[in-house]
């Protein structure tokens, strides 16, 4: 069946460090992919989705490049900061009817001063 | 931001009673699910409904149903909770079941069975 795979956390950076989060997936068809944020005490929100292969999703700083050849949509922001302390989900969405997103685990990213 | 609503927001229960949780919307979205969060797990789907009336189960849907009578409400059951029941639960909206499509998530239910 369909999954998704992301990176163990927690992950803990200084301010103005470059973030990756790795994020690869297993489908059938060509899937959505998405990233959603949760920060402490809130529901998830999206941060950012690509419809297509070799598309780009951007938001806040963050970018992710929907890579087909190697089934991946990885995370990326060039300068952290504090206020993005946060749980970050990769998800993915089938096409052909399926009306359910399938997350990854999350992974929790600690940003200090 | 979206117009959804989880009631109650946190529970203390006993094991083997019954407990609900409603969701509720204000942007008649068509489909409605049930997520539960857990440490080391992420978000697994209990049960989700593409219309009034119309439901599904998700990959852990053991020991939970659901009811939706109206587009706005989606009521999650658990008839009996049991310990392994503990956890966080999110309620999401979507407009379209198109692949693109934007599921909104509401604040979660935090469950505790004792």
């Known amino acids: 069946g369909d999954s998704v795979t992301q990176m163990e956390g927690p992950v803990t950076l200084s301010e103005e460090a470059f973030l990756t989060i790795n994020c690869t997936y297993t489908?059938?068809?060509?899937?959505?992919l998405f990233w959603y944020v949760q920060y402490p005490g809130e529901g998830l929100q999206l941060l950012l989705k690509?419809?297509?292969?070799?598309d780009k999703g951007s938001n806040k700083g963050f970018e992710a490049t929907y890579r087909k050849e190697t089934t991946s949509f990885h995370l990326e922001k060039g300068s952290v900061q504090v206020s993005d302390s946060a749980v970050y989900f990769c998800?993915?969405?089938?096409?052909?009817?399926?009306?359910?997103?399938?997350f990854g685990k999350g992974t929790k990213l600690t940003v200090n001063p | 931001d979206a117009g959804i609503t989880q009631s109650p927001r946190h529970k203390v229960t006993e094991t083997g009673t019954p407990v609900t949780l409603r969701c509720h919307q204000t942007e008649n979205h068509r489909y409605m699910y049930w997520y539960r969060q857990d440490p080391g797990h992420g978000l697994r789907l209990i049960h989700y409904s593409y219309g009034v009336k119309d439901t599904d189960k998700g990959e852990v849907s053991d020991g939970y149903s659901v009811s939706r009578s109206k587009t706005e409400d989606f009521l999650l059951t658990l008839e009996s909770a049991t310990s392994s029941q503990t956890s966080v639960y999110f309620c999401?909206?979507?407009?379209?079941?198109?692949?693109?499509?934007?599921?909104?998530f509401g604040e979660g239910s935090r469950l505790t069975v004792l």
């Open positions: 690509a419809t297509k292969a070799d």
């Open positions: 489908a059938t068809g060509y899937p959505s």
């Open positions: 999401a909206i979507s407009e379209s079941s198109g692949s693109t499509g934007e599921l909104f």
């Open positions: 998800a993915l969405r089938t096409q052909g009817g399926s009306e359910k997103l399938v």
